[in-house]
């Protein structure tokens, strides 16, 4: 089971700043590596990843940049996370606490469901 983009959206601001937590990175890898660390149950959009980058941005969360990428010899756009966007990625942790303490509050868990408890 995926996992739907409805119900992520939210939060993908949240997955970004951190993969840029400890060092800069361009788009493909970040694609990649949110890929790879939701064990593929969870595929970002080139447009959702995109958008993202203009909105952070914008809103002074992310800087980028060119670099010369020496082994594919073209320039990418690097993203780095600003002091502002470390106070924004902090704020989206609290803020996934509370959203997570009171949905499971909702949340049947086990066999409950089909009446199996």
């Known amino acids: ?26 788009g493909y890898e970040i694609s990649k590596q949110i890929k790879t660390l939701s064990n593929e149950k969870y595929v970002i959009k080139e447009t959702t990843l995109y958008s993202a980058f203009t909105r952070m941005e914008r809103n ?5 940049f060119s670099n010369q990428d020496n082994a594919a010899g073209k320039r990418r756009t690097y993203y780095r996370i600003t002091e502002a966007g470390r106070a924004y990625y902090q704020q989206k942790c609290e803020e996934w606490l509370l959203t997570q303490e009171v949905v499971e509050k909702f949340i ?6 089909n009446g199996n408890d």
Do not use: C, F, H, Q
Not at 60 to 64: A, L, P, Q, R
Not at 108 to 113: A, C, E, L, Q, R
């Open 108 to 113: 049947i868990k086990g066999d409950s469901i």
């Open 60 to 64: 002074g969360y992310i800087e980028s």
């Open 1 to 26: 089971m995926a996992i739907s983009s409805d119900v992520i959206r939210g939060y993908n601001d949240t997955m970004i700043l951190y993969l840029l937590l400890d060092k800069p990175s361009y």
